[in-house]
């Protein structure tokens, strides 16, 4: 529970302390992609493998961090750093250095594939020094995105992920 209310108090403090620039980058010029991954009943495999295939496809560096709890393995066709509930310390610091320097690192687009809210996203989100962020609205996270999708109701993961592609492609400066 203390280490809960820490890390809400983080990320309210870093979503006022990061002054990063956020904006778009043709996504011909994009190079670093990023992507927070949450999947926690394993029956999204196949889309989140097929998104960072075909990022990977056209030729961006993809770099991804997975939620992956004690309850649940995956079995993802790429690397990935993972990341649990219990991957913070108790002043709610990430115990990984590789978490610490994903947040660290300009990334010309960070997508969220979370449909809940999970502090430790959060955190990686507003602390972020990427360009720009896509990620699905839960109602409660907008401020964390520059474009959130809205899901229909039994809308498949994989046609959200189209969607920010799609939506990624057509972006300008």
């Known amino acids: ?6 890390l809400k108090l983080k990320n309210f403090l870093a979503k006022r302390q990061n002054k990063t620039r956020r904006h778009t980058v043709k996504w011909e010029e994009a190079t670093q992609i990023g992507v927070l991954v949450d999947n926690p009943d394993g029956s999204q495999i196949k889309a989140v493998n097929k998104f960072i295939e075909e990022l990977r496809s056209e030729k ?3 770099e991804v961090i997975c939620r992956i709890e004690k309850s649940y393995l995956r079995n993802y ?9 219990s991957s913070l310390d108790w002043k709610g610091t990430f115990k990984d250095i ?5 947040t660290k690192k300009k990334f010309d687009y960070l997508y969220s594939i979370n449909n809940s809210p999970f502090l430790p996203f959060e955190n990686i989100l507003v602390s972020s020094k990427a360009n720009f962020r896509i990620g699905i609205n839960n109602g409660r996270n907008l401020d964390l995105f520059e474009i959130a999708i809205q899901p229909h109701e039994h809308e498949k993961l994989g046609d959200i992920l189209n969607k920010m592609l799609t939506i990624s492609k057509k972006l300008t400066n």
């Open 77 to 85: 066709s790429f690397d990935f750093i993972q990341v649990s509930s």
């Open 1 to 6: 529970m203390i280490k809960k209310n820490i």
């Open 60 to 62: 961006k560096e993809v």
């Open 98 to 102: 590789r978490i610490n320097n994903f």
